[in-house]
Every structure is written in C-alpha cells, then in structure tokens.
C-alpha cells in the first residue's frame, strides 16, 4: 500500500485528468495511504493475541489480499479512465465493480473474525484490553456504512437502465463543490465522512490509550489502571455517539460544514455529556506510595546477640 500511495501520488502530479471533479488518481491514493495506517493498527492487534494466532494470522492475510485485490481493481478502471465505483456502464464496468463488492465483503468478515478474536482475548492491561476490542467493533461499522453508499439514489431508481447505481453523496450529486484534500460534499450529506470517521477509530482510540500511558509519570492519577479504563470507555462512548451522528447527518443530506440546530444540539449534548463522564472518571483516587514504604513506622532497636 505504500508503494501504491507512492505511484498513486506521481500520478496526481502527472496525470492531469480528472474524474467525477477530481483528480483521476485521486481516490487510489486515499485508499492507500488508508490502508497503510488500518494494516499497521491491525498487525498490532494481531501480535497481542496470546491464543488463536493461526485463525489470526489467516484473517489478517486473508485481509491483506483482499485489500491488494480492491486496490489493484481500483487502479485498472483509473489507467482505463472509467470510474471504478457504482459504474454499470459497461458489462465489463459492471463486472469490476461486482468484483469490489465481494473483495470488500470478504475483509469485512475478515475484520470480523479478529475482533471476535480480540473480544475473546484476556490482556493484563483492561485498559488496553478495551481500547483495542471497542475500536475494531467501531471501525467494523465504519466500514459498514459503505455499504449504505450502493443503494440507487431517488434519481436513479426513476431512470432506466442508469449507468452509475449508488453514491458518496446525499441530496446532491457526486462530482459537485467539495471540500479541499477530501472531496467530500460541500453542499450535501456525504456517508464517506462517517465511514472515514468509523473505520479510523482504529488508530484513533488506541493512540488515546499510549498517551494516557506516557503521561501518566507526570501525572499520577493516570497511573491508576481502573482511570485509565473509565477514559478509554468514555472516549469509546463519544466516538460512537459522534459517529452515530455524523451518519445520521449525512443521510439526512447535510453538509459536514452547515448543520442544522437539531444536528448542534446533539453535538453539544455529546460534548456535555463527555465532559461529565471525564470529570468523573478522573475521581477516582491517585495511586499513592504506600506509608509503609515511604514512611517506615520506627521499631525497637535490634539487640546484639550475646554468646554463652
């Protein structure tokens, strides 16, 4: 995937065609550069597994050509300079895109399996232990919205024989006004925001984890594995309601960038409502050095013994 990133990137410099409003080369780099940072998290996760590490290694392979398989699909229809999602304009395009669908549904199984491997799984850290389950179950439905994206739109069900079945985009058409780097609909709901926001939780929730972990010598309340566990699942929680309403938001036809008042309610809701649980967690008591240790309690003086 690094190597595709890397082509992928030479092309969006020299390849000036563009294709539904955007550099033809575009999308096979976004995969790329996605699929560098979902293989690394799941090869970390894998390696914690203490148990089931050959189911866990067929899934992660199964995985890794799935994922070359999809990206090699994508690359075709880009030197072919036909679009490589929803396309039925071709029995041929059709095929292509056919052949996306089960690559992607056989990941998504994959990806399913470790996660039951890793909800199975008993790390010595409970913390580590829920930030690595809850973020595979969240990425797991991030992946899931895509496939909310092939349902035909109101337009293409009213057409005959449409040569473009499904979208990115909600209330508007894809290739319209964009936001800049991400594509993504600026006028519009687009369900790429929350698939992109769901399947990085992957990173995301993790990463929290390490810097609870490298804070905690400054800060001796992080040293405490049960605050440390009341964090991870609270972000866990906030992840999850934010993504919930990012999807709801996207299918409602909203752009990312003008929300509504029901839409800012609950996002303010959300916030209140993770502030509270932070503070909360954050209650708890401070591992502290034990008086034994750091104070020895002073005992009679020890009597030389005296031979006979």
Same mark, same amino acid.
């Given at each position: 995937?690094?190597?595709?990133?890397?082509?992928?990137?030479?092309?969006?410099?020299?390849?000036?065609?563009?294709?539904?409003?955007?550099?033809?080369?575009?999308?096979?780099?976004?995969?790329?550069?996605?699929?560098?940072?979902?293989?690394?998290?799941?090869?970390?996760?894998?390696?914690?597994?203490?148990?089931?590490?050959?189911?866990?290694?067929?899934?992660?392979?199964?995985?890794?050509?799935?994922?070359?398989?999809?990206?090699?699909?994508?690359?075709?229809?880009?030197?072919?300079?036909?679009?490589?999602?929803?396309?039925?304009?071709?029995?041929?395009?059709?095929?292509?895109?056919?052949?996306?669908?089960?690559?992607?549904?056989?990941?998504?199984?994959?990806?399913?399996?470790?996660?039951? +491997?890793? /909800?199975?799984?008993? !790390? &010595?850290?409970?913390? #580590? $232990?829920? @930030?690595? =389950? %809850?973020?595979? *179950?969240?990425?797991?439905?991030?992946?899931?919205?895509?496939?909310?994206?092939?349902?035909?739109?109101?337009?293409?069900?009213?057409?005959?024989?449409?040569?473009?079945?499904?979208?990115?985009?909600?209330?508007?058409?894809?290739?319209?006004?964009?936001?800049?780097?991400?594509?993504?609909?600026?006028?519009?709901?687009?369900?790429?925001?929350?698939?992109?926001?769901?399947?990085?939780? +992957?990173? /995301?929730?993790?990463? !929290? &984890?390490?810097?609870? #972990? $490298?804070? @905690?010598? =400054? %800060?001796?309340? *992080?040293?405490?594995?049960?605050?440390?566990?009341?964090?991870?699942?609270?972000?866990?929680?906030?992840?999850?309601?934010?993504?919930?309403?990012?999807?709801?938001?996207?299918?409602?036809?909203?752009?990312?960038?003008?929300?509504?008042?029901?839409?800012?309610?609950?996002?303010?809701?959300?916030?209140?409502?993770?502030?509270?649980?932070?503070?909360?967690?954050?209650?708890?008591?401070?591992?502290?050095?034990?008086?034994? !240790?750091?104070?020895?309690?002073?005992?009679?003086?020890?009597?030389?013994?005296? *031979?006979?």
């Amino acid at each position: 995937m690094a190597v595709f990133a890397v082509v992928s990137a030479g092309g969006i410099l020299l390849d000036d065609r563009t294709l539904v409003g955007a550099p033809i080369w575009t999308k096979p780099f976004k995969f790329a550069v996605s699929f560098v940072a979902y293989s690394l998290s799941l090869a970390w996760m894998l390696s914690l597994l203490p148990r089931a590490k050959r189911a866990g290694w067929w899934a992660g392979t199964v995985v890794t050509v799935t994922s070359a398989l999809e990206m090699a699909l994508i690359t075709l229809q880009v030197v072919r300079g036909r679009q490589s999602h929803f396309n039925q304009e071709t029995a041929f395009d059709a095929a292509v895109f056919q052949a996306m669908g089960v690559t992607v549904v056989i990941l998504w199984l994959a990806a399913l399996t470790i996660a039951v +491997l890793l /909800l199975r799984t008993r !790390l &010595l850290d409970p913390a #580590t $232990a829920w @930030a690595v =389950r %809850l973020s595979s *179950l969240i990425a797991l439905a991030g992946a899931a919205v895509g496939f909310l994206m092939v349902q035909p739109t109101p337009a293409q069900r009213a057409a005959t024989d449409p040569p473009i079945v499904g979208a990115h985009s909600v209330g508007v058409p894809d290739g319209g006004p964009s936001l800049p780097v991400t594509g993504w609909a600026a006028t519009g709901g687009d369900l790429r925001i929350a698939h992109f926001f769901g399947m990085h939780a +992957l990173q /995301l929730l993790p990463l !929290l &984890l390490l810097v609870l #972990t $490298a804070l @905690a010598p =400054r %800060l001796p309340r *992080l040293a405490d594995p049960g605050i440390r566990l009341r964090l991870v699942l609270t972000a866990s929680a906030a992840y999850t309601a934010a993504f919930v309403l990012l999807t709801w938001q996207a299918l409602r036809g909203q752009p990312l960038l003008h929300p509504d008042t029901t839409t800012l309610t609950t996002a303010a809701a959300i916030t209140i409502l993770t502030a509270t649980a932070t503070a909360l967690s954050l209650r708890g008591a401070s591992p502290s050095p034990s008086p034994s !240790l750091s104070h020895p309690t002073p005992g009679p003086t020890p009597q030389p013994r005296r *031979l006979p």
